[in-house]
């Protein structure tokens, strides 16, 4: 194609579309061929001029959107990261907006939230048991700390701009946060019901009868130890009661009535005659309790029951005739009465002669005798062995003083039997004297042991047993043993005795020792001698024989009397 042809086609299609070459960029023609020049166009212009206008507008929008987005978004993370409470906001009337979310807590404090959480809802069971709910525990209520945080999270819980949102609204418009919507714990409230419902059965005791010996009545409490409840209702009841800001409720509905009991089979086992309480036949004195008389209406004690309320104590009337003789009088009886006693002293007792005493007297301290026993000192008190703690002592052996193992244990078989012989119904059996007077014991009260022989027994001719006290006192270096028993009809005995110094047979100017005889004179509870019981006539010799003029002095004095101790 030739260039004017060319030219021509080009021309033609700048003049259809009003194209030029500035407009496609199209160099490589401007080089070919020389462009004419442009005629002035105001149409044109005038368009080029609006797009212009058009492309700098949108990019000035363009530009106004970002930092109005940028803003939105800067605000927007800021009030969602702040550490304060968005403007005007308040939590149960309390006002904690623009504060930190520990000092709401202690605003909270101080408007008392601590005591309205503190206040429990008191839930009580057939008006007789109480639990409680606690009010944050159950979810009821949040803490300080938890209400502050529920404040401090009220507009926060959408993106950026919704937390924004939140927050210009908040400048204008109060917001109340509540805790209307928190999930109460039925874990927690199910648990306490369980508890309050197992304080009830507690608090009303096992189920079956007691009886009022005081008052002649049967006791009893409808349904104890047994009530069933329905647990969902009384959570509901809970629920609503915590919804509605109560303080306090009572559920009394069972979901099982409490059955009655079987009161002919309480007739049956309760109803009976009096009966005396006795000693067992056996002689070791256990008492067999008393029965006491009673009856009662079978049918009036079933209305009774019928009438109460679940809970509460049902008393039934009854008639009880009481026995004469009592546990508690036979009970009484034993070991009431002191039969005998006597307190010897060792003042100048070395220590081992002291734990001898202290020894012997342990082994016989609450030895019990029952009727018709013979008491056997060596068969008690054992052989007197190192082995069993005795110790070596000043002793009479053959006539003469000599260091023996367990010296000294005659001082507690004399102060026994000294005792003994005050004990109307106590019986010497076996007993000898010393063969020299003793110091601590008056002459004809004494009662000589050794191993095996001799040995002090006596028998206990009593109706009752008797029990033996020995109290080896070594502070006071006193021996007290008393004989405690029962004495019935208030008999009792005095001794005395009689002590007479003899001479010697070969050589009557020479005194050789005494005679010494007791008596037990017995008495009635009026002061009237009944009997005289006389002892073993005893011998005591002197260490050494005496002349004829202190023979006759010595036995002046040991004539000078009758003694009674």
């Known amino acids: 194609m030739s260039r004017d042809k ?6 033609m299609l700048r003049q259809q579309y009003d194209v030029y070459p500035d407009d496609y960029g199209d160099d490589e023609d401007d080089e070919e061929y020389e462009s004419p020049k442009k005629p002035y166009n105001p149409r044109k212009e005038a368009r080029r001029e609006r797009r212009r206008k058009v492309r700098v507008a949108f990019l000035v929008f363009l530009a106004i959107v970002i930092m109005v987005s940028a803003a939105v978004t800067a605000a927007g993370a800021y009030v969602t990261y ?8 308040s939590f149960g009337g309390i006002l904690l907006g623009g504060v930190k979310k520990d000092m709401a807590a202690d605003i909270l404090e101080t408007a008392g939230w601590d005591i309205l959480a503190s206040r429990p809802l008191t839930v009580t069971l057939l008006n007789t048991s109480d639990f409680e709910i606690d009010m944050c525990r159950s979810g009821a209520m949040p803490t300080k700390e938890e209400a502050a945080e529920m404040a401090f999270e009220y507009g926060r819980d959408g993106n950026w701009y919704a937390n924004l949102l939140s927050y210009l609204k908040c400048l204008f418009v109060p917001a109340e946060v509540n805790s209307d919507s928190a999930q109460l714990s039925t874990e927690y409230i199910y648990a306490q019901i369980d508890e309050g419902i197992a304080e009830l059965n507690r608090l009303s005791g096992e189920a079956g009868y007691t009886i009022d010996k005081e008052n002649s009545v049967l006791r009893m409490v ?6 069933q409840f329905d647990k969902d209702a009384i959570a509901s009841e809970i629920s609503a009661a915590l ?8 559920y009394d509905l069972l979901s099982v009535d409490p059955e009655m009991p079987d ?5 049956t086992e309760l109803a009976r005659e009096p009966q005396d309480a006795y000693f067992s036949d056996d002689n070791t004195f256990t008492v067999i309790d008393e029965v006491v008389g009673c009856e009662f209406d079978v049918s009036s004690a079933m209305s009774l029951w019928s009438d109460a309320a679940p809970a509460k104590e049902v008393i039934i009337p009854m008639t009880l005739t009481y026995p004469e003789i009592t546990t508690e009088l036979l009970e009484s009886l034993l070991f009431r009465d002191v039969l005998g006693e006597r307190t010897t ?3 100048n007792s070395n220590d081992n002669r002291i734990n001898n005493l202290c020894l012997a007297s342990s082994k016989i301290n609450d030895y019990v005798l029952y009727p018709g026993e013979v008491f056997s000192y060596n068969d008690i008190v054992g052989q007197r062995t190192e082995e069993g703690g005795f110790l070596p002592a000043g002793a009479y052996s053959s006539g003469e003083v000599v260091e023996e193992i367990g010296g000294g244990v005659c001082q507690v078989s004399s102060t026994l039997y000294c005792a003994m012989l005050s004990g109307y119904g106590l019986t010497t059996v076996e007993r000898s004297p010393h063969y020299f007077p003793s110091d601590y014991i008056e002459k004809g009260y004494d009662a000589t042991v050794s191993w095996p022989n001799p040995n002090f027994k006596f028998r206990n001719d009593t109706a009752y047993p008797i029990r033996i006290s020995a109290e080896c006192d070594v502070e006071n270096r006193a021996l007290t043993i008393r004989i405690y028993g029962t004495n019935i009809d208030g008999t009792y005995i005095v001794t005395r005795s009689t002590v007479l110094g003899y001479n010697n047979a070969k050589y009557p100017d020479l005194f050789e020792g005494y005679g010494a005889q007791v008596f037990r004179d017995v008495f009635d509870a009026y002061g009237n001698q009944i009997d005289m019981i006389t002892e073993i006539y005893d011998v005591y010799h002197t260490h050494e024989f005496v002349d004829a003029y202190n023979a006759r002095e010595a036995q002046a004095a040991a004539m000078g009397g009758e003694v009674a101790y």
Do not use: L, M, W
Request: cysteine-free; charged content about 25%; glycine content about 12%.
């Open 243 to 250: 919804a509605e800001g109560k303080s306090s409720i009572s």
């Open 222 to 227: 409808k349904g104890a130890g047994g009530f």
């Open 82 to 89: 702040s550490d304060t409470v968005y403007p005007n906001v």
């Open 263 to 267: 009161f002919d089979a309480i007739h």
């Open 345 to 347: 002293y060792f003042p």
């Open 6 to 11: 060319k030219r021509t086609k080009k021309q």
